[in-house]
């Protein structure tokens, strides 16, 4: 599926309608450069999820936990990662494997940890077609 969306609110609402259908256990891996938005879509996902606390990327902790939602909601930001043992450290099988949704921002950093089955999500700029457009792509994986 690709969406095409103009502005950061519809970025958002995409996210939102995607955290609606999210299902225990699902993890969604979330790709693309800095500044394309991969917060902004975070945010609608927890939205989705009926989570109201504020949502900032975990850029230093590794992982945050949201339980206040349908579902808890494990927010991984993988970017400052040293190597694959930082995330054996925190656990991440329990997360992957749990109850709840797990997103994980730069999860191409650490493919060879996914589970096989995720979802991929890719977001890209294109500034000829706007400062705020952003083209999304997502993709099942099994």
Do not use: C, N
Request: no cysteine; charged share 30%.
């Amino acid at each position: 599926m690709i969406k095409e969306t103009f502005s950061p609110e519809e970025t958002f609402a995409l996210g939102e309608a995607m955290g609606r259908t999210a299902r225990p256990g699902e993890v969604y891996v979330l790709i693309g450069d800095l500044g394309v938005g991969k917060t902004v879509f975070t945010q609608g996902i927890a939205r989705g999820l009926d989570i109201t606390e504020p949502i900032a990327s975990p850029t230093f902790t590794i992982v945050q936990v949201y339980e206040e939602g349908r579902m808890p909601f494990y927010h991984f930001d993988v970017y400052r990662i040293g190597d694959l043992e930082e995330m054996e450290e925190i656990g991440y099988e329990d997360y992957f494997y749990g109850e709840g949704l797990s997103l994980v921002e730069w999860g191409d950093l650490i493919r060879e940890l996914l589970p096989e089955r995720r979802t991929e999500i890719t977001i890209e700029k294109d500034l000829d077609k706007g400062f705020d457009y952003r083209k999304i792509t997502v993709k099942e994986v099994s």
